[in-house]
């Protein structure tokens, strides 16, 4: 009766197992056909994309820190001067003119972004750090029994596979203690490991070594037409029976039973205050940290699995399991089924906890934010450089932070926040004449505050304030008195730019932002003008209700600057309101009601005061309720994967 009683637990114990599973593992069959299929690992400096091919296995290599340009001063000197007849002409209707004379003289002087193609340009662009490669020997042989998964919980990507009766088992991490990849290749015959190993990097690379049982590879990106930042990648193998050989190119592996290899990867980017440090030696320190692959494999898998465990147990989303064929699905064939209306309650906790996995692997205290691909890229000429886009994109990257209790890994959204001040100053004043400090809407590690190249989505310039919203968003949840007097002045030179750049529409005498857009949307005016510069639209609006706010409230609790708290609460009471259009019932997206030139745009700013902002709630305000109800409506769900994911916020 005894050993019954034993096998009953031991069957509910693996289904309690395979309950977990379903919810923390991403899992495929076949190896990657591209990046998008890769699993992606990261501590918040260092990531990696594993493809999984049995016949030349890459890992794709990123560094948070790795960009191309440098510091540039990409302000108009003169901007200002044209400030007021822009306006003028926007309060007077006539916004062909306004949009004519911000487009020759109130954009970013010379190359700005590069049009979102910065990579030779003194912008700059975030690039992958190259691959590396394992090309197998005997490739070619049958291969059976493939699986490739990514355990969330563990933050460790398995590929398992028979080759000829040979189970190969390629496990990889990032160590969140020892600052390197790791990994380990095993397989079931001794001697059974042959393969090549080598690093990739098509472009900028000044020189690549195999000597001393290592791969070192470094180079040096462009800065505009000067001299830019300077990498390194070191990859250092050791094995276990066989022979290590090198060639010019390679390091041959030949009847090794294991190899466990450190990948280390250093860049000479001043965290701390930006630009280069000169006297960074980037070949040295990498060098130095893949020194630790002479660690107890285990011990260091051990150790950097319980700190990453540490940030992502501190919230956990648990839903009933019922064994089924799910069970035995590919993480594709569950999206599959589940779009087909099936039921599977523990695909969106794998979503939810995917969610939190991305952010614990693109952010870490004292490093940058994460970026547009978060960390992962294996493009040199990054989509849109990779870089900072302020009109939303940064912003979402760190919505759960706080919500689901990874408040820590914000630091560097607020840091980074911190360090567009200085800048945004000299910014405000070249274009704005005004108090205070700006940020429009594109950034990058150099801190770029300048406008963007064009109208239609260059001179939103709620971009910065929109950064603040969450530093006031930290204190809230975390009501530490230190941190909001720390960054008090970034909150206060926010709210300072804005009061001074508002003006009073004429037909109802509010106070609006001008000139500005609503991000990458435009309108049509009665005459029939299609523009995208204008006065007042409603993101801008909320945005600026929320900072004043926020302002207000910092100086209460920091007894500080009353008079000017004072000032911003009568300002605040005569900003241009959430109006609801008599036209379609939606919220008005623009100050007049005018028509969208694309209806179902990705974009859909007018409703912050929905998502990310609460000033727009079924029970203080449901007539606005009902409007955003009806704009998302009239939008649809299409758009890209992020603007879906606002959508969904939306209705939420």
């Not at 000017?564 to 036209?583: C, G, Y």
Request: glycine content about 8%.
């Amino acid at each position: 009766m005894g050993k019954y009683i034993l096998l009953l637990v031991f069957v509910c114990f693996c289904l309690f197992v395979a309950a977990q599973k379903n919810d923390v593992e991403i899992k495929f069959n076949t190896a990657a056909r591209d990046f998008t299929e890769s699993l992606p690992l990261g501590n918040g400096r260092i990531g990696a994309m594993i493809f999984g091919d049995t016949k030349k296995e890459r890992i794709a290599l990123n560094e948070i820190s790795l960009w191309s340009g440098g510091p540039q001063n990409a302000d108009l000197d003169d901007a200002h001067q044209y400030l007021k007849t822009i306006q003028d002409d926007l309060l007077n209707y006539e916004n062909e003119k306004a949009q004519a004379l911000l487009m020759k003289h109130f954009v970013a002087k010379g190359s700005g972004s590069g049009f979102g193609r910065g990579a030779k340009e003194k912008y700059g662009c975030y690039e992958t750090m190259g691959d590396m490669f394992i090309n197998w020997m005997d490739g070619a042989k049958n291969i059976s029994d493939y699986k490739r998964v990514l355990n969330i919980e563990e933050a460790l990507v398995t590929t398992v596979y028979k080759r000829d009766g040979n189970m190969i088992t390629q496990e990889v991490f990032t160590d969140f203690v020892d600052d390197i990849i790791r990994v380990k290749i095993t397989g079931s015959k001794k001697a059974g490991l042959n393969f090549d190993l080598s690093l990739y990097r098509k472009q900028n690379v000044l020189s690549y070594s195999t000597a001393n049982k290592q791969i070192v590879l470094y180079g040096q990106l462009p800065s505009g037409e000067d001299k830019g930042m300077q990498y390194a990648t070191v990859a250092r193998p050791v094995i276990v029976d066989g022979t290590m050989t090198a060639n010019d190119s390679v390091i041959q592996v030949r009847g090794a039973s294991q190899c466990i290899i450190a990948i280390a990867m250093r860049t000479n980017y001043n965290y701390e205050k930006g630009g280069l440090n000169l006297s960074c030696n980037v070949v040295n320190a990498a060098q130095a940290d893949a020194q630790a692959v002479n660690k107890n494999y285990f011990s260091a898998k051990s150790l950097s699995t319980g700190k990453y465990k540490a940030l992502f147990n501190r919230c956990r989303w648990k839903m009933p399991y019922t064994p089924s064929a799910i069970d035995n699905m590919t993480t594709a064939e569950r999206l599959v089924n589940y779009a087909a209306g099936n039921s599977d309650n523990q695909l969106p906790v794998l979503y939810f906890n995917y969610g939190r996995y991305l952010l614990i692997g693109s952010s870490r205290p004292g490093l940058l934010p994460a970026n547009l691909q978060g960390l992962w890229a294996v493009e040199y000429q990054t989509p849109w450089n990779g870089d900072y886009h302020l009109n939303i994109n940064i912003q979402m990257n760190y919505w759960l932070a706080e919500t689901t209790n990874l408040s820590s890994l914000a630091q560097p959204l607020f840091a980074f926040t911190k360090n567009l001040v200085p800048n945004g100053r000299v910014t405000a004043k070249k274009y704005y004449n005004a108090d205070g400090w700006v940020a429009h809407v594109i950034s990058n590690p150099w801190f770029y505050t300048s406008p963007g190249e064009g109208a239609n989505w260059g001179s939103t310039l709620t971009g910065g304030a929109w950064l603040v919203t969450h530093i006031w968003e930290h204190y809230l949840f975390n009501r530490n008195k230190e941190f909001l007097k720390q960054f008090y002045p970034v909150i206060k030179g926010s709210a300072q730019f804005l009061r001074s750049i508002l003006i009073k529409e004429k037909k109802n005498g509010w106070y609006v932002t001008a000139p500005s857009n609503s991000p990458e949307n435009g309108y049509i005016m009665p005459n029939g003008f299609k523009g995208y510069t204008c006065m007042g639209p409603t993101m801008d609006m909320q945005i600026c209700r929320n900072i004043f706010s926020a302002a207000i409230e910092a100086s209460k609790v920091l007894n500080t600057d009353k008079l000017f708290a004072a000032a911003l609460a009568e300002m605040k009471n005569n900003l241009a309101p959430n109006q609801v259009s008599p036209t379609n019932g939606g919220i008005q997206e623009w100050l007049d009601d005018w028509e969208t030139t694309e209806p179902q745009h990705r974009h859909v700013s007018h409703l912050f005061g929905l998502h990310p902002y609460d000033e727009i709630t079924p029970w203080d305000t449901p007539e606005l309720s009902n409007a955003a109800f009806k704009t998302l409506q009239m939008r649809g769900d299409g758009g890209t994967g992020w603007s879906k994911a606002w959508i969904t916020c939306f209705w939420a």
